[in-house]
């Protein structure tokens, strides 16, 4: 990973995809960011039937098992409850450099497009939105309905990525991992973090 000084937001909701989430933070992380976590209680509830993981459900009990468990330095990691209106990325004062929604469920969705604010996840992306700042949303829904579309469209045209959880075969993946990265890869290019989880398109190492 290359280094990196940015600050990201990242909460994971109650979609599946858990596994792309927690990828992104290991990633994050290793690339020395600032990560502000939020995750939603339906999205804790898909952390324990996607993953092997006994994640605890206080912000703070969270904030040090992820500390732990990816070697993040001191201060690094923040978690932060649904409503803890204190939190930074509450405040266009105090707003990440970009928030990431992995995974996003079409709820969520909903809820941004309608700038309804009524958590600390749906407030961080409203600021992001309000403050012009680059917001992912990394969509886990199957089949999209019209509803989903037109949020997707009405957001799309504020200038939000709309990142379905959409892997890619082309690179030849062997395992459940090598799919997670291709997403992961995909946030990060938006992110305008490097990395080497798979070779960009057109390079030596390409396929």
Request: charged share 15%; with cysteine.
């Amino acid at each position: 990973m290359e280094p990196s000084d940015k600050t990201i937001a990242l909460a994971m909701t109650g979609a599946s995809g858990a596994p792309y989430g927690l990828r992104l933070l290991e990633c994050l992380i290793a690339a020395g960011a600032q990560v502000y976590l939020m995750v939603s209680p339906p999205g804790q509830v898909v952390l324990s039937m996607e993953t092997v993981l006994d994640v605890p459900g206080r912000p703070t009990e969270m904030q040090a098992y992820f500390t732990a468990r990816y070697g993040a330095a001191a201060g690094q990691l923040q978690v932060f409850a649904k409503d803890q209106w204190t939190a930074p990325v509450a405040s266009g004062s105090g707003a990440a450099d970009a928030t990431v929604i992995c995974p996003c469920t079409t709820g969520t969705l909903s809820a941004v497009a309608c700038g309804s604010s009524n958590n600390l996840i749906e407030r961080a992306a409203d600021v992001a939105i309000k403050e012009g700042l680059p917001l992912i949303m990394v969509v886990r829904e199957t089949p999209l309905s019209a509803i989903h579309l037109e949020n997707m469209l009405k957001l799309a045209r504020l200038g939000v990525v709309m990142l379905p959880a959409n892997p890619g075969f082309y690179q030849g993946p062997q395992t459940i991992d090598d799919m997670v990265d291709f997403i992961v890869a995909r946030i990060l290019d938006q992110l305008g973090i490097g990395h080497d989880l798979l070779p960009s398109w057109g390079s030596d190492n390409a396929p």
